[in-house]
């Protein structure tokens, strides 16, 4: 991002300024504790952080013409000991407020775990067990027949997250993909039979990317970056080499040079699909290659052009596609193309003019968020007014049969794999783990899952959806979380938390925080504003780009109903929001502050200004690098928008390094507060989140997350 034309005038002398600063913290702490007046009398018990006055330095630049104030910018200058000085007085402000907080021992809180990535071999099923609570993981394999777990490897670094997995059809190997702690992904492959992860280095990526075993062999094609890769694990890396390279993309047009390119082979093992997705850009260019039967793909000795050798199916399509499933020579995409709810279509190898397109499961009112091609027929999942459907089809899309999954709450999500006529599904709750199912015969019974006494009595949690109106008249859907009935007091504390935007939808997955929130009586309450994907593509683009003050107005709405019909108060809701959720909740609160009490947020950024210099978040709100997107986005930004007044108490997380906006913005609402409502910063070091390779004991201390989970939930009810 480019600045020019810099002026700077400060207001004080930077050597003074710690003394200034440890004054003035003296002094507001005085006032505070004379001024605070009925509010505290009302709440003699409330823990009162008093937030200490931060210097200002003026300083203003021109962005793209338009001048850019920021009296907290000398807070980005991380190697400064005067910013080292002030994240000590902030953190000595948090651990004085947390000081009487005394987490609950770990066994009080149950054995918290969950089974993700199963699949099936002969007669074990082979996932990984993670212990939500340590953040401790194991590889394991569980036997159906003895109904024992054999662990076969501890994974010592807590830092790095398994997202997904293949199994070799031998059952010798296992494909395993992290995402390292600095987001970039590495896949790995595990021998079964040794116990052990076997020497040979796969490529890093900046994006996840995908691994295919190449029939009953240990070979397999690997998507890296703009390239695919052919891997045979029994010999050296030097036998490895680029199947497709990317100078042939590059031929093949001259646009695909900053694509990003996939790889996988169909479940019959005869053909390779290969798709290229832009990073910014919507739509995707999908081409297939017959394999001849050969499980060993050969680099072409006549080197012919890839055109020759690649048929393509999808070409320059600004829709989204997603392969699905093949019969033969028939490829199956989910798609959004002309169903913004998405269907599925079927495109034939020999004719794959867009002409001969077939639609083989038209769009229905709910959106179709996955779909399973097993043994000829579809399982697929739709989202219904923010519940989930799981139906059983044929082929063609008739007889379908609604499998019904015994749980009170909404499920997440639904992985499935086939395994001739049994398919390993996974399901989660907010309150409940990831969970093993088996699907045959068009019933569901539990494999792999936590026993009732693992947590407390989830069945005592109560899920309903309601409606509310925003401000354009749009009705907005409500899902109330409660572990009982819901008296309409006034009384109730509520947390009200979204989605993500951008197309997400709210996936109701686990979470430790909202699990033990339920267990204390409160309330959730999940609005599924605009932008994200709950009524699909057109329910997206209402709250997309320069809509953005939708989802606001929204969020906004939803707390109002939720005080109108006597759900709660002011006085008892709160905002909690991760990531860009956190963002949208904070302007929100910044807004209409008068609504909450509590805003918490984690890992956002308020500074919206940062986002101008990202190509991916320029698509997203339809930007430019020009002085009208500089104007919108200050307009828009929390940090910018902050200016005195009475704000709700402020819990500011950062899980990993600390935002500079984070630091600016806890600052200024420090400053701008006008009641007596504490703003903190809570965060941790990377350190905590690791554990050394060569450790051989397994770690059974309550992780740092969910340490801050519980501080979370202190600063909450004590504020609320």
């Not at 008068?594 to 805003?599: C, D, K, N, Q």
């Not at 997350?705 to 009810?717: A, G, P, V």
């Amino acid at each position: 991002m480019q600045k020019n034309a810099v002026k700077r005038e400060q207001t004080s002398n930077p050597r003074d300024r710690s003394q200034l600063y440890g004054f003035l913290f003296g002094l507001v702490s005085l006032l505070a504790i004379s001024a605070c007046g009925d509010e505290n009398a009302q709440n003699k018990n409330r823990p009162i952080a008093l937030n200490p006055t931060n210097p200002t330095v003026s300083y203003s630049y021109q962005l793209h013409n338009v001048e850019i104030q920021d009296d907290y910018h000398w807070l980005s200058q991380d190697t400064d000991p005067e910013v080292a000085d002030w994240l000590k007085t902030q953190q000595q402000l948090t651990d004085d407020y947390f000081a009487d907080f005394a987490p609950p021992k770990i066994e009080e809180l149950g054995n918290q775990i969950s089974y993700k990535h199963p699949q099936k071999h002969h007669y074990k099923i082979f996932c990984l067990k993670h212990n939500l609570l340590t953040e401790t993981q194991e590889l394991i394999a569980y036997n159906l027949i003895d109904k024992q777990e054999q662990v076969l490897y501890q994974i010592k670094n807590r830092a790095n997250v398994i997202i997904s997995t293949n199994l070799h059809p031998s059952g010798r190997y296992w494909a395993i993909q992290e995402r390292l702690i600095n987001k970039q992904y590495r896949w790995k492959v595990f021998d079964i039979a040794n116990k052990r992860f076997i020497g040979k280095v796969f490529p890093i990526n900046d994006q996840a990317t995908a691994f295919t075993w190449l029939g009953s062999e240990p070979k397999a094609i690997f998507s890296s970056a703009n390239s695919v890769q052919y891997h045979n694990l029994q010999q050296g890396d030097a036998f490895d080499y680029e199947y497709i390279k990317t100078e042939q993309f590059i031929q093949l047009d001259q646009s695909l040079s900053d694509w990003n390119i996939s790889a996988q082979i169909t479940q019959d093992s005869n053909y390779l699909i290969i798709t290229a997705t832009h990073p910014v850009k919507s739509g995707q260019r999908i081409w297939v290659e017959y394999l001849s039967m050969n499980t060993t793909p050969q680099v072409d000795k006549n080197n012919l052009q890839l055109d020759k050798r690649l048929t393509p199916l999808v070409n320059k399509s600004l829709a989204d596609f997603e392969f699905i499933g093949n019969i033969e020579g028939t490829f199956y995409f989910k798609t959004n193309l002309a169903a913004p709810r998405n269907r599925i279509i079927s495109i034939e190898l020999n004719k794959p003019s867009r002409r001969y397109w077939k639609e083989v499961i038209a769009q229905e009112d709910a959106v179709l968020l996955n779909a399973k091609l097993i043994n000829k027929r579809w399982l697929l999942h739709y989202l219904e007014n923010t519940r989930n459907k799981i139906v059983f089809s044929s082929l063609n899309g008739s007889n379908q049969q609604q499998i019904k999954i015994n749980n009170k709450a909404h499920f997440a999500s639904m992985f499935a794999r086939s395994y001739t006529e049994e398919t390993l599904a996974t399901v989660e709750t907010i309150t409940q783990p990831t969970t093993t199912f088996s699907l045959e015969n068009d019933t569901i019974k539990p494999l792999l899952m936590t026993t009732p006494n693992d947590i407390k009595n989830n069945s005592e949690h109560k899920s309903e959806v309601v409606f509310y109106r925003s401000e354009d008249g749009s009705r907005i859907p409500l899902t109330l979380f409660s572990k009982a009935n819901i008296n309409k007091d006034g009384d109730n504390k509520v947390l009200l938390i979204t989605h993500e935007s951008f197309g997400s939808i709210f996936e109701n997955q686990y979470h430790f925080l909202y699990q033990q929130w339920l267990e204390l009586g409160h309330i959730i309450a999940v609005a599924h504003i605009r932008g994200g994907s709950t009524y699909g593509q057109r329910w997206q683009q209402d709250g997309q780009g320069q809509q953005h003050s939708k989802m606001v107005e929204d969020i906004i709405a939803g707390a109002e109903w939720l005080i109108d019909k006597n759900y709660t108060s002011p006085q008892h809701l709160a905002l909690y929001g991760e990531n860009f959720s956190g963002s949208m909740l904070a302007q929100s609160a910044i807004t209409k502050p008068e609504l909450f009490s509590v805003l918490v947020i984690a890992d956002s950024e308020l500074d919206y200004l940062n986002y101008l210099s990202n190509a991916n978040w320029q698509n997203q709100f339809n930007l430019a690098n020009d002085k009208e997107s500089v104007e919108w986005l200050r307009n828009n930004s929390p940090y910018h928008q902050l200016t005195p007044k009475p704000l709700p108490a402020l819990l500011m997380i950062n899980k990993s390094s600390v935002k500079t906006s984070s630091k600016k913005l806890i600052a200024k609402w420090q400053n701008n507060q006008t009641i007596s409502r504490s703003a903190l910063l809570l965060h941790r070091s990377d350190e905590t989140t690791q554990v050394e390779d060569n450790s051989t004991e397994p770690q059974y201390e309550l992780d740092i997350s969910r340490k801050i989970d519980l501080q979370t939930i202190y600063f909450l009810q004590q504020q609320l």
